[in-house]
């Protein structure tokens, strides 16, 4: 089974269902009737019916629905900053590390040697 089709994740329709009804939400709570938004974000207005309903859409339209809206930086918070963590190996030198070591464990305390020598 894919990531994608989890049975722990909500269907895509359902995700695009509820993204279309808080883009229609905000529309209204902005009193713009959907032809003036699709207008000022340069998209027809069957686009942005499509995009409210779930029905799917480019990201180039909700770009632009969302400038539109004057929240388009909204849109950069879907993906997590990939900023360095603190924890991160490459905080100590802003390098990304090279290799992987596993710890060693402790050498047994003989002495060694290569069996061909004399006791």
Do not use: C
């Amino acid at each position: 089974m894919t990531h994608y089709d989890s049975p722990d994740l909500r269907p895509l329709s359902v995700l695009l269902s509820d993204l279309g009804q808080q883009i229609e939400a905000y529309r209204i709570s902005r009193n713009f009737k959907q032809a003036e938004l699709a207008e000022m974000a340069g998209i027809s207005r069957s686009t942005l019916t499509r995009l409210e309903a779930g029905n799917g859409g480019t990201i180039d339209s909700l770009a632009r629905i969302l400038r539109a809206l004057d929240i388009e930086d909204r849109l950069l918070d879907i993906v997590p900053d990939a900023k360095l963590s603190p924890l991160d190996p490459r905080s100590d030198t802003g390098k990304a590390r090279q290799r992987v070591r596993k710890s060693s464990e402790s050498a047994p305390s003989e002495e060694w040697s290569w069996g061909d020598e004399a006791p």
